[in-house]
Structure formats: C-alpha cells, structure tokens
T-cell receptor, first 116, second 110 residues
C-alpha cells in the first residue's frame, strides 16, 4: 500500500498563534511531498512542493514566511502556519510521491484548521 | 497555463447505470493521467492511473486515454449510491506536480 498520515486531523486555534501540521508517509519513502489547501466547495490549490533536504518551492501568491515547510526526512514533512488569522481557516492536505517507481501522488486524510 | 477541464456537474445517474466522466487537458506533453475520488469533507483517494492510449480496467472502473484528442475519461459500471462523490482528473509530465481539474460531482440515485 501507500499510506500517508496527517496530524492533527483538526485543530482550532486563536488568531495570532502558530499551528504545525505533520505529514508522514508510513510505508514508503517520499522524495517529494506536496501541500494543498482547499476551501469549501472549491478545488484543490497547490501551495508548495517540498523535496527532502532542500527548500520548498512555493506557488505564486503563497507567502513562504507565513507557511513554513520543512521536509527533514524521506517520511516526514511539516507545514507551520505562522500567526494564523481567520482567513487561514481551511482544509490542508498533504500528498507524497514515492522515491522510486511511478509518479503517483498519495494523499493524507487532511487537517481542518479553524482560526478564531 | 496548463489546464485540466472537467464538467462540474452534477451528473446524476440511476443506480446500476454506467456513469461517464470526461476530462480534457491542454498540455500535449502530459505523460501521466489519474482519477481521484473525493467525498465531501475528505481528501482525494486514488482510483486509477493510466499512461498509454487505450482502456484500462480495474473492477467496475475503466479509464480511457486518447492523447491525440487530449482526452481522458472514467467509466463507472453498475453505479452505486456509494459512488456519489466528486471525481478529480489530474495530469502531469515528468516530476512536476499534478495539475487537477475542478472535479465533476456525481450523484447516483437509488
């Protein structure tokens, strides 16, 4: 299989605080992980691509200083939403691509962030 | 701008019928094609991948690819109410991130 986990599955925080979301590939090594955001009834929006051991590549319009991504190992990437505001409330989903083989992306279950 | 187009739906089919979902893409160099299913409030789940022209079958699902027409489709046979979801078409070339369509909402009516 190709299982990707995310933690936490949901989080509520106060405006101005920072939130860290973890994404792990449980049964495979992932050279590349992707972070998406999805607002209600809207399509997936790619935020950034992260490769193990290097800096993330952010999509146009995504603030890299606000959304900090760290991909420290072949099985773990983290997204930190710094100084969160209510407009950051969204469904954050990571996906991972295997080290070897086909370039299929496998998705984690997502993290629902609510900023009060 | 690389684009993937899908009819947003909703596509309504009766239980037991064949549901046909379509997708076109703009990047002629696309090499890999995927269909994902997304239930409301959940993350996308991979259904099928296809890389060469023709049909690929997996259980009740058949993916069809026509690179000359830049067209990929998904057929769901014997549709069930549990198939009701949004179906996302995604394509890429090489190691680039997947480009997703906005999805087609399928409703299977019992």
């Amino acid at each position: 299989g190709a299982v990707v986990s995310q933690h936490p599955s949901w989080v509520i925080c106060k405006s101005g605080t920072s939130v860290k979301i973890e994404c792990r590939s449980l049964d495979f090594q992932a050279t590349t992980m992707f972070w998406y955001r999805q607002f209600p009834k809207q399509s997936l929006m790619l935020m950034a691509t992260s490769n193990e051991g290097s800096k993330a590549t952010y999509e146009q319009g995504v603030e890299k200083d606000k959304f900090l991504i760290n991909h420290a190992s072949l099985t773990l990437s983290t997204l930190t939403v710094t100084s969160a505001h209510p407009e950051d409330s969204s469904f954050y989903i990571c996906s991972a691509r295997r080290l070897a083989g086909a370039n299929t992306q496998y998705f984690g279950p997502g993290t629902r962030l609510t900023v009060l | 701008q690389k684009e993937v187009e899908q009819n947003s739906g909703p596509l309504s089919v009766p239980e037991g019928a064949i549901a046909s979902l379509n997708c076109t893409y703009s990047d002629r160099g696309s090499q890999s094609f995927f269909w994902y299913r997304q239930y409301s409030g959940k993350s996308p789940e991979l259904i099928m991948s296809i890389y060469s022209n023709g049909d690929k079958e997996d259980g009740r699902f058949t993916a069809q690819l026509n690179k000359a027409s830049q067209y990929v489709s998904l057929l769901i046979r014997d549709s069930q109410p549990s198939d009701s979801a949004t179906y996302l078409c995604a394509v890429n070339r090489g190691n680039t991130p997947l480009v997703f369509g906005k999805g087609t909402r399928l409703s299977v009516i019992a």
